[in-house]
């Protein structure tokens, strides 16, 4: 190992020596600290080494959140091996396509998933080891809590830098989602980079709410964990529970997708609570919700622009500092806007973001073309449009036309695939899937359906079919009928012009 290297693990290892017996991670009455977390997370790499599961291979898991899920992390850091994480809330379908690309040793459920995979250790004779978080498992699967043995035989892998440290699910883009592959260098530098812009010390605690497969939810809790601070860990998100657990642990920031901090406020206020602890509120979200944080309680909402593929934030301010702007790109990375033949365009002009440093992931899992593409020219396109002013604040503009998106309640959800799901349907003809604003959830999902038999289908029926064959998420808020969608030239479906005729009305 390089006498440079500094890893997750080391993060781990650090944590363990500076900080001690404060606490690292506390779920419900237990809390973990930093010198018991590195125990466990030792112990657990010496359950894995004696499964034989070593350096570069995966384990994919589908889980909520719980301490083990951030061990198991810990403990692949520790060894080289590869921390794949799925979406809990894909359909069985959609999770076997993950792990056709992923090519695990190991699956790690919990009881909440248990039912998804259930019937798959008799038949997925790939996978050797199944494991399910807790003391007790289902038929099939063995317990997690088991494989943690001692340390003291364990050696740890000689992992460097630039390894694979975790593969983050983006959209289907093409089907399959993309794994964003991020190294352990990606993560330090995201950490430093959350630490230095929002200001986290060991003072800070961080509500662990949203989901540890989601790289917002996985890099805040690294960054808190490298700033020697506390995450209080939920399973899931519940407003009440979380206003009780911020006024309880006095928790200081919470992470935020729309209707995250709508729901928070509104059970605040029922509840009566002022949130007196909370300083930090980051994420996406309406001016009217950050106003209202702005007016109830003191603390102050950070946006900026980032994704999977950036290990996180590449900008970021506080809302209040430059209203509607993403901020200034961060300290460890170089945004540039081009135009559609990679040349710089000038301050005001929207062009494609492009992204250069330390922060930007190592490729595609398995898919060194697309990466080859994504990476082309030495720069990461993100597929998103934004401007710069003249005092160099990023605004976000849109998606490219060819990589557009939908984010609903934060969920990545593509255009394409719920196209490709409602062709199916018997009769139709044509389709265009697109978002329009949602006051609850940010963004929603419309499909304007071309079926030539009117009254053949309805709104429900539609959503109905989508929801039977992908997560839920993906299903379609508001449905159209038309006997006739307009095309381009080339025989397609002009979303521009669908648009433009059908528009954002519910």
Partial sequence: MSVHAFTVYDMIARGASVYGDAPAVIQGDRPLSFREFKGRVDSLAAGLLALGIGKGERICVLAQNDAAYLELYGACARQGIIAYPINWRLTGQEVERVMERAGPRMMVADASTLSVVAEWPSRWKAVPHWYQFGES?????????SLYGTAGGAAAADVSPADPFAVISTAAVDVIPRGAVLTHANVVAANLTAVTCIGLTAADRYLLALPVFHITALGMAMAHMHAGSASVLVPRFDAEEAV???????????SDFP?????????????GSGLASLKHVSGLDSPQTIQRLDASTGARFWTGFGQAETSGF?????????????????????????????????VGTAGEITVRGPLVFQGYFAQPDVTAHTFRNGWHHTGDVGRFDADGYLYYVRRKPEKELIKPGGENVYPAEVETVIMQMDGVSGVCVYGIPDARWGEAIKAVVEVKTAGRYTAQQVGD?????????????????????????????DREAVKAKWGSAP
């Fill in 137 to 145: 498992a289902g038929p099939g699967f063995k317990p997690f809590d």
């Fill in 244 to 254: 009780r657990l911020i006024d309880r642990h006095h928790i200081t920031h919470v």
């Fill in 259 to 271: 209707p995250v901090l709508q729901s928070l406020l509104d059970a605040a206020e029922k509840l």
């Fill in 314 to 346: 590449v900008s970021l301010q506080r809302a209040s500092e430059r209203p509607g702007a993403a901020g200034k790109p961060a300290p460890l990375c170089h945004i540039q806007l081009v135009d559609d033949y990679d040349r710089e365009v000038p």
């Fill in 465 to 493: 079919f989508v929801a039977s064959k992908i997560a839920r998420f993906k299903r379609p808020h508001v449905v159209a009928f038309a006997d006739d969608l307009p095309r381009a030239a080339e025989g397609g479906v």
